[in-house]
């Protein structure tokens, strides 16, 4: 576009300024700028004005078709801190994108809506920020808003009290997002929630002391053998491994009271049928089953084989003559239909039947005894060398006396000899590599129930993606609508992760891999609408090989290629894009950017 601009002369005189320029976003939803392309001087000083205005005309409508070689010009005095040379990072946009197709702004803004939201600030805005630095650098809320201004394109018109302000707010909405993300995900993908997997944890607090008896944060039986506070969380994923519900319960709470409330609200919230639930020995529990099937809902659970709770199969278990066996003897099992009472909706004694599976594993059996061997040795070096435990927490206000049990008198103290329990290494040897399932589904073969309780490996990585990649604990913040609200984040992030994984198939990258490729995708923006995009690398790849199955296996030979770069290279193909240059127009790299979100 041809643009006239008339100056003032010193002299009070006009002159007409004639420049070609364009339009552009600075951003992806900014407003419109433009740039000057060329400057050709002023129209009054030209001999011939008709022949000068052609040929400006001509270079206006040709200019974007004409191959000229890019020339960047740096001022000699260009300083490190300054807005031309800031990195900013664009990799966002591809979680951005996904973020975007799961409606959670929209979800908000209606939210905003019916329950009359009267703050001055953006909490949709807030939200979205806080998910996507929760995937690309998790850290605390406080750390996270220093980040704010190094996103290509993200609006983040707000402070750290706002976003404060919001996590109030957004924990309001914790079960309805949920529910709407569930329908988002059938939409987008497709969700079969006759099956869903369940499973625990918790995460912990650097802090010294608990809340309150009606606080979250509680001492309970740490899964990381700590003793801070904890509160713990209850997820449910389905057959995809995509997270379905989440609920947080005080770290003092039981595993085994968790699963009712949550089944009750899932199924009430989703509009829910039959449920068949997948867990470990952990959730399992007579007044769990008995819940479950008073609701018309069935199980696959794991049930613990030793001390008492395992009794009941002892002689079915030790009895090889019942046991179905492999070729080689590295797996054996059997299969049988159990009756047994159970209870009523109103505790009446009602006849149940089940299918048990006991089977026994060469493998994990050899991994249990090396374990215990490890154990054994430890425990004679702590006896030899005359070593004691320091009593902890309440057992260091504990002490041990001997009484006589028929007249209450203090016996005189003995000495006390420490040994190895040998005893109980060769009982607990007996169970090696023995393991019982448990199942309402009576019609199920041995192979199909193995299959659907060893789904439960995925709901135990997304454990370990909250923890490990996202960092979920521990946590910063401290009032109980800030923590509901953080879970909340975290749980959306894992969402979009695992969603990305899964459209990327059989090849899906760890989540690791994912950040690393997503963090090195930043540019720089020049003068003149010049975007320079940094090398997406940064990580030498190894050689792969394949084994007999035809896998692909990792080597310790170094590759010609780049990790980095391969991973960016495939998250692009997974979304069908693909744009390289190094130095592209603004508008050309914006353009890029939508196409990752109509992708």
Known sequence: ???????????????????????????????????????????????????????????????????????????????????????????????????????????????QRTSKFKGDYDPAAIFKFLVLLRILYPDSKRASC????????????????????????????????????????????????????????????????????????????????????????????????????????????????????????????????????????????????????????????????????????????????????????????QLF?????????????????????????????????????????????????????????IEEYTREELIDPHTGELLEQVKKVRLVDFQKAADDARFDGYFCLITSELDWEERKIREVYHGLWRIEQSFRILKSDLYARPVFVWKQDHIRAHFLICFTALLMVRILQYRMGKKALSVERIVAALTSANCRVLKHGIVHLEDVGGAIAFRKSLNAKGEELDTLVYSKDDEIALDYRHIQDTVGTAFYDSYPRQEHFNQFLKSIRRA
């Open 1 to 111: 576009m041809i643009r006239k601009d008339i100056k003032k002369g010193k002299e009070g005189g006009t002159k007409t300024h004639i420049r070609v320029v364009e339009g552009y976003r600075p951003g992806p939803g900014l407003p419109p700028k433009q740039r000057t392309i060329k400057s050709f001087g002023y129209l009054e000083d030209q001999e011939d004005p008709v022949s000068f205005m052609a040929m400006v005309s001509a270079f206006d409508r040709h200019h974007r078709a004409e191959e000229i070689p890019l020339r960047i010009e740096v001022p000699a005095n260009a300083k490190m801190y300054s807005e031309s040379n800031r990195l900013q990072n664009y990799g966002y946009h591809f979680l951005a994108a996904i973020y975007e197709q799961l409606d959670i702004d929209g979800f908000i803004q209606s939210y």
């Open 337 to 393: 239909t159990e009756d047994y009472l159970g209870k009523d909706r109103e505790g009446n004694p009602i006849p149940r039947q089940r299918k048990v599976l006991l089977y026994w594993s060469k493998a994990e059996a050899d991994l249990t005894r090396r374990k215990r061997e490890e154990k054994l040795i430890r425990a004679e070096r702590m006896v030899s060398n005359k070593v004691y435990g320091i009593k902890k927490g």
């Open 146 to 333: 220093q980040l704010k201004n190094n996103f290509y394109g993200l609006t983040t018109a707000f402070t750290l009290q706002d976003i404060y302000r919001s996590l109030s707010f957004c924990a309001g909405f914790e079960k309805e997002l949920q529910a709407h993300l569930n329908q988002q995900v059938k939409a987008l993908i497709g969700r079969d929630l006759s099956m869903a997997f369940y499973d625990l944890t918790n995460y912990f607090f650097e802090i010294d002391f608990p809340d309150d008896a009606k606080g979250l944060r509680q001492r309970g039986v740490s899964k990381e053998h700590r003793v801070d506070p904890i509160v713990s969380m209850g997820l449910f994923i389905d057959t995809n491994g995509l997270p379905v519900s989440m609920a947080l319960f005080p770290g003092n709470t039981s595993d085994t009271v968790t699963l009712h409330p949550m089944m009750k609200e899932i199924k009430t919230s989703y509009g829910l049928g039959r449920l068949l639930v997948v867990a470990d020995k952990g959730i399992t529990s007579s007044s769990n089953i008995e819940a479950l099937l008073n609701n018309g809902d069935g199980y696959v659970l794991s049930q613990i084989l030793r001390g008492k709770k395992g009794q009941r199969y002892h002689a079915r278990l030790l009895d090889t003559t019942a046991y179905h066996e492999n070729q080689d003897g590295s797996y054996r099992y």
